[in-house]
């Protein structure tokens, strides 16, 4: 598929540093230029919150954002992908009670996570800001909310991370599965940041800032699951 660069990049210094796109800071520095495979894209690191992200005019346009979404397949019969969505499943659930509502946050296409927690007895609304874009739905509160291979796509994740934490209950839970970056030494081979869809990647330490910002507590029950719990409202 051709991709659509945004035209003002070309004329950008692709080594000079951008402001934080989660913690606002200044204090970020130029982290590696891509090579072919991705697009040749700039990434940046924040000293600050650790997030490591992508230059904002390399990014793609909403049409060639949404092309690739199309291209997902989200087949909630697939036992591939159900064995998949379980690595988040099978950690959230120990800590809910069977009928809390929970929130499936940019659920895709097909809202297939949804569909197996309502199998399993929990109320589950959805939003996707592509395919489900249910405003009234962000008015709401909810006892849990699940992301799954979502954040990373995230251009703007300090309002992300507000709106989250404004539809999450007081000791809610806010799960969320993608691949951590952990090895920044060998982030040039790192599959994860070749898809041009993915623009923001969190490590460890980022998870924690965030937990630290918002009064979370924080688990890390496997490789690329990340559990908060809402101790009370915070705010960045």
């Known amino acids: 598929m051709e991709i659509t660069i945004r035209k003002k990049h070309r004329k950008l210094n692709h080594y000079k540093t951008r402001g934080c796109p989660l913690c606002r800071s200044i204090n970020t520095k130029f982290f590696y230029k891509g090579k072919k495979r991705d697009n040749y ?3 940046f690191c924040c000293n600050n919150c650790d997030l490591v992200f992508v230059d904002k005019w390399q990014q793609l346009n909403k ?6 979404y199309k291209e ?8 591939g992908y159900r064995k998949f ?4 499943i099978k950690e959230l659930i120990p800590y809910l009670n069977e009928g809390m509502l929970g929130l499936d946050y940019g659920c895709g296409p097909v809202p297939a996570l949804s569909m197996i927690m309502r199998n399993k007895r929990y109320n589950m609304k959805i939003y996707d800001p592509y395919f489900y874009r249910r405003k ?10 699940t992301s799954s291979e979502v954040i990373e796509h995230f251009n703007n994740p300090y309002g992300e991370f507000i ?7 007081k000791n809610g839970y806010l799960a969320i599965m ?10 040039k081979n790192w599959h994860y940041k070749n898809d041009l869809t993915h623009i923001s990647f969190y490590s460890k330490e980022t998870m924690r800032w965030i937990a630290n910002k918002f009064n979370y507590k924080v688990f890390f029950p496997n490789r690329n699951v990340i559990i908060f719990k809402k101790i009370r409202g915070g705010q960045l």
């Not at 969505?85 to 988040?88: A, D, E, F, I, P």
């Not at 709106?163 to 209950?169: C, G, I, S, T, Y």
């Not at 993608?178 to 982030?187: G, P």
């Open 63 to 68: 049409f060639d954002e949404l092309s690739r």
């Open 136 to 145: 009234r739905v962000l008015n709401e509160r909810f006892d849990f909310i």
């Open 178 to 187: 993608t691949n951590l970056l952990n090895d920044k030494e060998n982030f």
């Open 41 to 43: 894209r700039s990434y």
């Open 85 to 88: 969505l379980s690595r988040l």
């Open 163 to 169: 709106r989250l934490n404004k539809l999450l209950k």
């Open 72 to 79: 997902h397949n989200n087949d909630p019969n697939d036992k």
